[in-house]
């Protein structure tokens, strides 16, 4: 089995975003670039589920600019085969996105695609969610347990409720949620070895890709800010403020 | 066509109080035609109660023992045929809303807008990204189906509307697919209030060390009447079930009073509480961030003040 998963590249989550003054958008001049967070998870679950032998291999995709493929070679690094690097100079709403990598699904024929729940920079929760539909395949999204057997899932997602779990005849699509594990650290020969695996670049209009019509994101604000408190000296100061307010 | 299309979240007993939400959200577009459908294996006594919301048209019920769990692949077929009637389909943005949804949008060839917390008009919307770090507006193309999901935190209630709205019953389509299947849930189980709708909340962090020490934060929320939540690294930590987090990840509420106890206030965490009333902060470090979004701050050990608190009220 194939598993094929899907690497964004966003801003560092540590990065403190700011919008720019003329609310056009984000500063991202000099900020620091990473994997998202989530992606960086299933990228690890992948690589365990392919360690434990239940997976020949694992091919990392990611659809942006030509600076996405330094996202692939962490990937790589980390320990993905190969990577796929669909090239395009606009950002891809979620239903785009879905329609690339359901192109690329069709190609590579995976096993399972493993997203991450929400890429961190447009919040989205949907790509995953929407490749799934147009597959015409199960989706388990959210995942903090996955576990295979007999051309089958079984995935333990977080919910409002708590934990339920689901089980899906593979394909699948699996999103990852934070619990599911902690990803590796990259060793340093491993990134010079990274160099040397194959990356492919696809240019969008090769995958006939039309573009969906998309949501216009307009009038970037920051958010409002809450104004500044006091610091009180006693336990005794903080419940009569708060009776004086009628919260208590 | 200008009608409003919500899918109601409910435990098969009881209409999730999201639903009253996305209602006020929907009611913000200014068109009056608005339907709820209750998908479950027997709708009725959660139909009887989104009948009675204010401002709702008519109740669809979609009986099949396919619906008596959220499968997205079972409920998302038929969202998407149901949503070709509507000019709006809407869900709470829960897990279940985030869940169905998207795969809703697809299979209706649209983009979806995720967590709407402010409606501009009956085509634009805005919306957090970047972990609530901007806020911008989507605007959707004229004539095309809006589809999304609205954030509790940001929307009060809608009431009762007095009236009795009538219910009709819906044929589920016969084609659903087989290859998802509900295994079970396991819930943390706790009896306190809910924290997703309780006016106050008491949320412990790494700093609580153990869950032998996450007791303290449960029995101050008892002596409040306040719901439990958490931060992200006390989950991790195994401290709480993870349906207690709080922030982009987890829970996004709007508490009247909210205690941060032993949270630093990374702006994840903080993502989920941005439209709490009153935050109150208790923390060692008097440089932690969440000093920074806090009403009031107490600086020191909370395991001496709370019970100081405690001993006050
Ligand atoms: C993609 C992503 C999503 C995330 N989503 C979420 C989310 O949804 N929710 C969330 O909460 N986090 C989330 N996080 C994690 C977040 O970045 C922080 O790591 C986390 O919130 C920290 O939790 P904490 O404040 O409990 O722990 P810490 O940051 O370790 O803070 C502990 C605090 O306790 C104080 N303290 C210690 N001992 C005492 C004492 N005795 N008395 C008083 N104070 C004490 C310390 O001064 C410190 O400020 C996410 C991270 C990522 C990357
Ligand atoms: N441009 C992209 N390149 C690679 N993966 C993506 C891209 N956009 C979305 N994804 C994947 O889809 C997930 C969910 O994204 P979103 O729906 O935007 O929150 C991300 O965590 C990624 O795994």
Redesign the interface.
């Known amino acids: 089995m194939k598993i094929l998963v899907t690497l964004k590249r966003v801003v560092d989550y540590n990065v403190r975003v700011r919008v720019k003054s003329d609310g056009s958008g984000v500063e991202t001049d000099g900020v620091k670039m990473s994997i998202n967070p989530f992606d960086e998870i299933a990228l690890e679950e992948a690589l365990r589920i392919k360690e434990r032998g239940d997976a020949e291999e694992v091919v990392v995709a990611s659809i942006g600019a030509a600076d996405v493929q330094q996202q692939l070679r962490t990937g790589l690094a980390m320990g993905a085969d190969r990577a796929l690097h669909v090239e395009t100079e606009s950002a891809p709403q979620p239903l785009t996105a879905a329609r690339i990598l359901l192109k690329l699904v069709e190609r590579e024929e995976p096993g399972i695609v493993f997203l991450g729940k929400q890429a961190i920079d447009d919040d989205c929760n949907q790509t995953g969610q929407m490749l799934a539909a147009l597959w015409d395949r199960p989706q388990a999204t959210f995942a903090s347990k996955v576990e295979l057997s007999d051309g089958k899932a079984s995935v333990t997602r977080e919910v409002d409720a708590g934990l339920e779990t689901i089980q899906v005849d593979l394909p699948a699509v699996l999103t990852s949620d934070l619990r599911l594990n902690e990803p590796r650290f990259v060793k340093l020969p491993e990134i010079m070895k990274a160099k040397r695996k194959p990356l492919d670049i696809i240019a969008l209009d090769e995958l006939g890709i039309e573009d969906a019509v998309d949501h216009q994101i307009s009038d970037f604000q920051p958010p409002p800010k809450r104004a500044g408190g006091k610091i009180l000296e006693s336990a005794g100061e903080l419940v009569d403020e708060l009776k004086n307010k009628g919260l208590l | 066509m200008s009608r409003i299309l919500i899918i109601a979240e409910h435990?098969g007993k009881n209409l999730d109080p999201s639903v009253a939400k996305t209602l006020k959200g929907a009611l913000d577009v200014g068109i009056d035609d608005i339907d709820i459908a209750v998908f479950a294996e027997s709708p009725d006594p959660v139909a009887g109660q989104a009948a009675r919301l204010e401002g709702v048209s008519r109740v669809l019920t979609l009986a099949d023992e396919d619906f008596a769990h959220p499968?997205?692949?079972k409920l998302?077929p038929e969202i998407a045929r149901l949503g070709a009637d509507y000019s709006h389909v809407f869900m709470p943005s829960?897990?279940?809303g985030?869940?169905?949804?998207?795969?809703?949008?697809?299979?209706m060839?649209?983009?979806?807008?995720?967590?709407i917390q402010e409606v501009i008009d009956k085509n634009s919307f805005r919306r957090?990204?970047?972990?609530?770090?901007?806020?911008?507006?989507?605007?959707?193309?004229e004539g095309?189906t809006v589809v999304g999901t609205i954030r509790q935190a940001s929307f009060s209630a809608a009431g009762e509307g007095g009236g009795e709205a009538p219910i009709e019953a819906v044929e589920p389509s016969a084609d659903r697919?087989d290859?998802?299947?509900?295994?079970?849930?396991?819930?943390?189980g706790g009896d306190g209030p809910d924290l997703?709708t309780s006016p106050r909340v008491v949320s412990g962090g790494r700093a609580m060390g153990s869950s032998e020490g996450f007791k303290v934060i449960y029995q101050f929320a008892e002596k409040?009447g306040a719901a439990v939540g958490a931060s992200?690294a006390a989950?991790?930590a195994g401290y709480v079930?993870?349906?207690l987090q709080v922030g982009?990840?987890g829970?996004i509420i709007a508490p009247?009073?909210y205690f941060a106890v032993g949270i630093s206030g990374a702006?994840?965490h903080l993502t989920g509480i941005?439209d709490a009333?009153?935050?109150?902060a208790i923390n060692k470090d008097?440089e932690a961030p969440i000093?920074?979004?806090?009403?009031?701050?107490?600086?020191g050990d909370l395991f001496e003040?709370l019970p100081?608190?405690e001993?006050?009220?």
């Open positions: 435990d499968l997205a692949a998302a829960t897990m279940y985030k869940d169905v949804l998207p795969r809703a949008a697809a299979l060839g649209v983009n979806m807008v995720s967590e957090p990204i970047y972990a609530g770090n901007a806020i911008v507006k989507v605007t959707v193309p095309e697919p290859h998802t299947r509900f295994v079970n849930v396991e819930t943390g997703a409040l992200r989950v991790d079930p993870n349906e982009q990840t829970k009247e009073l702006i994840q941005k009333g009153t935050i109150v008097a000093f920074e979004v806090a009403d009031y701050g107490l600086v003040i100081e608190i001993s006050h009220l």
